[in-house]
């Protein structure tokens, strides 16, 4: 198993430029998150799935958006970047609630918006 | 106040010192995370608790769910052990979400 995989790992992007973080994995997972974590913050959520056709926002949404078509895969699309998009993204997925596996960490994507 | 607060936020040890980094909360909750954060930024998730104490290796995390309280301790600590750990909350109710600490900076030197 590749467990969770996200590309790209680094992208420069422009003001007002958009772009799609894509997130997969292959651990057939309902539960799939995209979380932000900026310099000396704790990750904060942006977006989250429990299933194929079911996103619902989380703590920081505002600049982004998602789709879950498949069970695999949960891509991050990002409008009209702003400099306030700089961050690291992580996608992690996990199994039904309350189970005693752990979530899944993808590796990261490192987004500089200038 | 941040719903999960974690101490310290640096933490310097020598190789073999007991390590003890502290999370509190103020919510609600139905499960606990403890996660490692390495330098090169990957998370990897080390515990779940949602009581109790649990072990693995040198590491050792508990919960005080009255006291809304959890302790990571990590035995014979050793240079690898260098990284950030996080504490995570799942929050009770419908929402599958987790609120994170901003994480405990632990260097151990040689």
């Known amino acids: 198993n590749a467990g969770v995989t996200q590309t790209p790992k680094f992208r420069i992007l422009k003001i007002g430029q958009s772009m799609t973080l894509q997130c997969a994995q292959d651990?057939?997972?309902?539960?799939m998150y995209w979380y932000r974590q900026d310099p000396g913050m704790g990750l904060k959520l942006i977006y989250y799935?429990?299933?194929?056709?079911?996103?619902d926002k989380g703590e920081v949404p505002n600049g982004y958006n998602v789709s879950r078509s498949t069970t695999e895969d949960f891509p991050l699309r990002l409008e009209l970047a702003a400099p306030s998009q700089t961050s690291v993204y992580f996608c992690?997925?996990?199994?039904?609630?309350?189970?005693?596996?752990?979530?899944?960490f993808g590796p990261g994507t490192r987004l500089t918006v200038l | 106040k941040n719903e999960v607060e974690q101490s310290p936020q640096n933490l310097t040890a020598q190789e073999g010192e007991f390590i003890t980094i502290n999370c509190s909360y103020s919510v609600g909750i139905s499960a606990l995370h403890w996660l490692q954060q390495h330098p090169g930024g990957g998370i990897v998730s080390l515990f779940m608790l949602s009581s109790g104490k649990k072990k693995h290796g040198r590491l050792i995390a508990t919960i005080n769910i009255q006291e809304k309280h959890s302790s990571l301790h990590i035995t014979a600590s050793h240079p690898r052990d260098s990284a950030v750990y996080i504490c995570a909350v799942l929050t009770q109710g419908g929402s599958e979400k987790l609120v994170f600490g901003k994480g405990t900076k632990l260097t151990v030197n040689p």
């Open positions: 651990m057939n997972h309902n539960y």
């Open positions: 992690a997925s996990s199994p039904e609630r309350g189970s005693p596996d752990t979530q899944y």
């Open positions: 799935s429990v299933g194929a056709g079911i996103t």
